[in-house]
């Protein structure tokens, strides 16, 4: 079965660089969180001031920046040659984390808008441009905006100005490793700054994807560790980039090389354990990531990893307008987690005799819905029946395979075709089955593949994995 991946490609993010700048475990239910780190990671409050032409109109939007993705925070207009954007933090909210200022990169842009004529008439486009800042130590900022070469200069906060300076050198570079290389010993003389290690961690990923031709699946378990192993997750200020760290941890673990949903949940809580140091804000903003890295797939194989991040982790994350929806979510995916119970289930076969799971006599029983139409079933429906051929007796199981779209023709078709009749081969075209399969198992793709222990009370072992690991798991 192919799983389905809505990451961004690397390409875009290399555009992106270039164009701005106490104990933990993961026991259920039993993380401990550190304390806020409020001094390093928050402002109380910021002021940028951007001087510019007194007869220049042009809006200045400010953006904010959480793990890569840009969103507008701000914006205000030139008055009087100056645009101002400023935020204090009230006294009564600076011990609440989720109301201050988070430390990290943000992005200034202007857009002005110019107007030609020619003989057709007069036309009007509009030009972006931008630089990136980053409010940390220093949360006072004053930039000049020289819009006759599109672009600003950093005026105060030293900080800001071997941003600048750095990405302007970065730019120069011909590709993305000279330029990241150019960073680094642009930055050299303070390693230990947040801004040197930040372009450190980048060149080192950049360095690890180039080795292997951009393919998540060439990653090696060892390499990706390594390179976290780098990484404080702690650190607030690392959440509010574009660092390549993100892709890199998304891309592995949805890459088709992640054997199991064991293995992924192992590899999350690496991540959320350490990120519970920085305390449950810190942890809840890789947690809300991370779960939806999951769950904009719309893939069930991931559906066992979302459950673990909603019932291990504190929910403090969860938005209030989602919190019914995931509820929901959580309530489904729970009635198939493996260790849950299915009913009797029954459906009819090409000659109308009705066939019951708990007819089944075998130590296991493997679930098999698919769709004569789909081209995922066709390939591997074919590969299942031959490891039934192979090992059922070794093994002990026995299929109970249902065609789940009324097909009939198409179905009786490609059973003949195959030779399924040796296994329990019906169809929800013959007659009325138990229970509305496409709603209780909450089929949206075809093939949805089940492992069911029946020396346990039919319970629910495995759901949405690979066949060797079925096999696995009834070795």
Not at 56 to 83: H, Q, V
Not at 170 to 195: C, H, I, K
Not at 346 to 367: C, M, P, R, V, W
């Amino acid at each position: 079965m192919t799983k389905r991946t809505h990451i961004r490609t690397i390409a875009m993010l290399l555009a992106l660089v270039l164009g701005t700048a106490g104990t933990v475990s993961a026991q259920q239910q039993e993380v401990q969180y550190g304390k806020e780190n409020i001094s390093r990671d928050y402002c109380k409050g910021y002021k940028i001031t951007i001087n510019a032409e007194k007869e220049c109109n042009s809006p200045i939007a400010l953006y904010s920046c959480l793990f890569g993705e840009w969103e507008l925070m701000d914006n205000t207009a030139i008055s009087k040659g100056k645009a101002v954007f400023s935020k204090t933090v009230p006294a009564a909210s600076k011990s609440d984390v989720s109301s201050l200022i988070p430390k990290g990169f943000y992005k200034i842009v202007a857009t002005d808008t110019y107007v030609i004529s020619d003989a057709g008439g007069e036309y009007s486009y509009d030009v972006e441009y931008g630089t990136s800042i980053l409010l940390n130590q220093q949360t006072s900022v004053d930039l000049s905006m020289l819009r006759a070469k599109q672009t600003f200069e950093v005026l105060s906060s030293e900080e800001n100005k071997v941003l600048f300076a750095t990405t302007e050198m970065m730019n120069q570079q011909d590709g993305l490793p000279a330029a990241l290389q150019a960073g680094v010993e642009l930055n050299s003389s303070a390693p230990q700054s947040f801004y040197a290690q930040y372009l450190s961690l980048n060149k080192e990923i950049v360095d690890v994807m180039l080795s292997v031709s951009f393919r998540y699946s060439a990653i090696e378990p060892s390499v990706f560790h390594k390179v976290l192993s780098s990484v404080d997750f702690t650190d607030g200020r690392l959440c509010h980039s574009e660092s390549f760290l993100f892709p890199l941890i998304q891309g592995y673990l949805l890459s088709d090389s992640r054997e199991s949903a064991s293995e992924i949940i192992n590899e999350v809580d690496s991540i959320l354990t350490r990120a519970a140091r920085g305390g449950r804000y810190q942890c809840g903003l890789y947690a809300q990531w991370l779960y939806g890295i999951f769950d904009q797939t719309g893939d069930p194989y991931y559906e066992p990893v979302l459950l673990h991040i909603y019932d291990t982790y504190d929910r403090g994350w969860i938005p209030e307008d989602q919190e019914r929806r995931i509820k929901r979510q959580m309530d489904r995916i729970r009635k198939l987690a493996p260790g849950a119970q299915i009913p009797e289930l029954t459906a009819f076969d090409i000659n109308g005799k009705q066939h019951s799971t708990n007819e089944i006599q075998t130590k296991y029983t493997i679930l098999w819905f698919w769709d004569p139409d789909c081209d995922h079933c066709q390939e591997e429906t074919p590969v299942l029946h031959d490891l039934y051929q192979k090992e059922a007796d070794h093994l002990n199981f026995e299929v109970f395979a249902v065609e789940v779209n009324d097909d009939y023709d198409r179905w009786k078709a490609f059973s003949e075709k195959h030779g399924l009749s040796d296994w329990i081969n019906l169809s929800t075209s013959m007659g009325e089955t138990s229970v509305d399969y496409i709603e209780y198992f909450d089929i949206v793709t075809t093939p949805v593949i089940l492992l069911i222990d029946n020396e346990k009370n039919h319970t629910i072992k495995a759901r949405q994995t690979t066949l060797d690991e079925i096999v696995r798991l009834m070795k």
